[in-house]
């Protein structure tokens, strides 16, 4: 029998095996004395009819009865069950031991319901653990982290120090600034430039409404990848407008502010924090960018499924050995003061250091840990691949332009784009091995990718 991972963000419950991980259920439910819908099925529904969907029963989670709900006779607790049945019955016969990652906001009394309600779907819990806390894989540098991430209705800062082990210090939550109104503030200004440019207003009917909703996420997947504009066509094809990515960034500026504040105002002096963004808040254009050049912050973007899949690699941290669960807030941990480069210039006097495998890819500000996870770079990264994703200048870039994976103790780079991908100047021909300080190039100008190992404070790598 096996473990499974699962994260309970609410806008999308996450189920991760060794051998399988679920699409994404988000925590939405149609409720109606004719049906009950959940998840995907009910989140295809939400603009169609918005009087009957409840997206906060994750949120709201009691044993008070919601309204407008078969006589009244439906709770939040009712809804999560019913949610998590349909998330783990697939898995009922092959697994036998779960450990669920929980974001900050549950209430001690929220997360003694949660554990009744696993009990009664027989769903065996072994482990209830921070998400955050378990978002974090090794190496990270410094002592003090703060992981960025979003649910659907908040914004959720967590502070991360390493104190005996890694510990969870502080949460911040910023209400109602959740993924829900990023979206309806694009949707917004997207039916506004359609208005202003062929009379046509998405926003007049429900089916239409839902399916500005549904285009939202492959508009925003194309801004990322670098492109100026977009054209969108209306679902009949009748309608064409161009978005500018200005448009969508102005729309929602007035949520970014907040955000960039409640971070900046946990800058310490004298100290670099490592501020880390689920792939869920790295996915907001232009966000990550206004951090990139504080000199206070050390930005990293987490890979997709990082709680499910760190939890499924460090079961042993998240497992309660007695049958008095509580929520874990403390693992072991081993620091890792820095990170250095050896470029030109700044590189070690030791030759064999620089023969040395790296173990962070750095793009810009950010250090992406080296793993047989396969670090992808391009313009367009398909869905759950981690990567970075090139904006700007991208002519000579690919879509999916290379990857860059550690393989039989080696650090090895993948070319798979039409353009070439250069190495220290010089093409590389399929895969080739890279060593501290390598520098590789992708596009024209395009961008530059160092090379970067660890050390420890003595200088020791």
């Not at 890694?166 to 910023?174: E, G």
């Not at 925003?220 to 407008?241: F, H, I, P, R």
Request: with cysteine; glycine share 6%; proline share 5%.
């Amino acid at each position: 029998m096996a473990l499974l991972a699962l994260e309970l963000n609410d806008s999308g419950v996450l189920a991760a095996s060794e051998t399988h991980v679920a699409e994404a259920s988000p925590g939405y439910a149609v409720l109606d004395d004719e049906q009950l819908l959940i998840g995907a099925e009910a989140f295809a529904q939400a603009r169609i009819h918005p009087r009957k969907i409840n997206c906060s029963f994750w949120q709201q989670l009691s044993l008070e009865r919601l309204e407008r709900t078969f006589a009244n006779m439906l709770t939040p607790a009712d809804l999560v069950y019913t949610h998590l049945q349909s998330i783990y019955e697939p898995y009922r016969a092959v697994t036998d031991n779960v450990i669920i990652g929980v974001p900050p906001g549950f209430s001690k009394q929220q997360l003694g319901l949660l554990l009744g309600i696993c009990e009664r779907a027989e769903i065996p819990v072994r482990g209830l653990v921070d998400a955050a806390l378990a978002a974090v894989s090794h190496p990270v540098p410094g002592n003090r982290m703060l992981v960025v991430d979003a649910t659907i209705h908040n914004l959720l800062i967590t502070e991360l120090r390493v104190e005996n082990g890694l510990r969870r210090t502080d949460v911040a939550q910023l209400h109602n600034i959740g993924l829900k109104d990023f979206t309806a503030r694009w949707a917004s200004a997207i039916a506004d430039t359609f208005v202003k440019t062929t009379r046509f207003d998405p926003m007049h009917t429900a089916a239409s409404e839902q399916w500005l909703y549904d285009t939202i996420p492959g508009i925003v997947e194309t801004l990322n990848a670098g492109a100026d504009n977009v054209v969108v066509s209306s679902a009949d094809k009748q309608y064409e407008t161009t978005l500018s990515a200005d448009t969508l960034a102005g729309a929602v500026a007035g949520l970014y502010q907040p955000v960039i504040n409640a971070i900046t105002a946990r800058e310490l002096a004298g100290e670099v924090t490592t501020v880390m963004f689920s792939a869920r808040v790295a996915n907001l254009p232009g966000l990550m960018a206004q951090l990139q050049h504080n000199p206070a912050f050390r930005v990293m973007q987490l890979p997709p499924l990082a709680v499910p899949k760190n939890i499924l690699q460090e079961s042993h941290a998240f497992v309660h050995d007695d049958e008095h669960l509580s929520l874990i807030l403390q693992r072991p941990w081993q620091a890792s003061p820095s990170l250095v480069t050896t470029d030109t210039g700044r590189i070690p006097s030791s030759p064999s250091r620089v023969a040395q495998a790296g173990t962070h890819v750095l793009v810009d500000a950010l250090a992406y840990p080296v793993s047989d996870e396969a670090l992808m770079l391009g313009t367009s990264l398909p869905a759950n691949q981690w990567g970075h994703q090139v904006s700007g200048v991208v002519k000579g870039i690919s879509r999916q332009h290379c990857l860059i994976s550690q393989r039989g103790g080696q650090v090895v780079i993948d070319d798979k784009s039409t353009y070439g991908t250069f190495v220290n100047g010089k093409r590389v021909s399929g895969s080739q091995a890279l060593n501290v300080g390598d520098r590789v190039q992708i596009g024209n100008p395009g961008i530059e990718v160092r090379i970067i190992r660890q050390v420890d404070s003595d200088g020791q790598a």
